[in-house]
């Protein structure tokens, strides 16, 4: 063999083991369901990953609850166990630093899913993020991903009027101010997983839960329930959850990626979400469930105030004032 092509081989290798070396695998852990919307979303994430970081960043998605449900998933991003993981904007709310984003969860804040992404993308959310990271190691570096609004499924009905929901069993995830506010209207909240409502639903633990038809339909509560009645009470987005170390460790460069990646997913989500929106109350009905469209003023008129317990607890006094200023 030649001087030329012995060289010209050890070139390629050590290029072809400089591309082995720079390529990155994230495990990205995923409580939703495969059939949900949130789950074409971060499919699409890992597929446009791919393809933006031309094969350098590759996502290895594992959704239905395979790395643990939402709080497990919390705990394995803050740990390193889990790479990124994809859940609700204020679900690290129960980590230190995180108590702020709970404001999300403020009945009526947001007039539509339109103004959310803008809002929770910019400045004073940046912020919010940032002591996340500084003090439990978890960072939200994107949240895209309209989630359908939330609102009431239950066995027991027709809910057309706040009265209607006193004393029902509904479940709720461990967030305090979402159990807060059904205890307001006279409901009594259960804390639950979400893998386990089906079979609460079915062995009359519970009479119903509060999600909107992206979960209702993904998890097919809709089979264990008869009402379902359109509150709109909370809009959220999806996020990406990262290690902060981790992403500490990434060139610019491959935040930029993650970031790109990561609304392009979110996009796919939204749509698919309209899309589901669209035929959502056809299915339900199909079903055998009444749909109902309450009084959601009345709702708004017996929530207004609740927010005001938490003002310079779980968040600084003003911070929903500041993000209603933002949708005027």
């Known amino acids: 063999m030649s001087v030329r092509i012995l060289r010209a081989c050890m070139l390629a290798l050590v290029l072809f083991a400089c591309n082995v070396q720079a390529e990155r695998v994230f495990r990205v852990g995923s409580p939703w369901p495969s059939s949900s919307t949130p789950h074409v979303g971060v499919a699409r994430f890992g597929q446009e990953l791919e393809k933006i970081s031309k094969g350098q960043l590759k996502a290895q998605v594992y959704p239905d609850n395979q790395l643990g449900d939402i709080q497990a998933l919390v705990t394995a991003v803050q740990t390193g166990t889990v790479d990124i993981a994809y859940l609700g904007v204020a679900n690290a709310g129960v980590l230190k630093g995180g108590g702020p984003l709970n404001v999300v969860y403020v009945p009526y804040l947001f007039k539509n899913k339109q103004v959310v992404p803008e809002i929770v993308n910019g400045p004073l959310f940046q912020e919010m993020y940032d002591t996340l990271a500084k003090e439990s190691n978890v960072r939200v570096f994107a949240a895209y991903g309209s989630r359908l609004p939330r609102a009431i499924n239950t066995t027991k009905g027709p809910i057309v009027k706040p009265s209607d929901v006193k004393g029902l069993k509904l479940r709720v995830p461990p967030v305090e101010i979402i159990r807060a506010t059904w205890e307001t209207l006279g409901a009594k909240p259960v804390v639950m997983g979400l893998g386990d409502i089906y079979m609460g639903i079915s062995r009359g633990q519970i009479d119903g839960q509060e999600n909107g038809f992206d979960a209702t339909i993904g998890y097919k509560w809709y ?39 990561a609304k392009i997913g979110g996009d796919a989500m939204t749509k698919a979400g309209e899309d589901l929106e669209k035929d959502g109350i056809e299915t339900l009905k199909k079903a055998g469930i009444t749909f109902t469209v309450p009084d959601r003023d009345a709702f708004r008129e017996a929530l207004k105030d609740l927010h005001k317990r938490y003002e310079g607890k779980l968040w600084p006094v003003g911070l929903v004032e500041k993000i209603r200023a933002l949708q005027k």
């Open 223 to 261: 089979e264990v329930t008869k009402y379902y009645s359109s509150t709109d009470q909370v809009y959220e987005v999806a996020a990406y959850y990262i290690n902060e170390k981790l992403w500490q460790s990434l060139s610019a460069q491959e935040k930029q990626h993650l970031i790109q990646a």
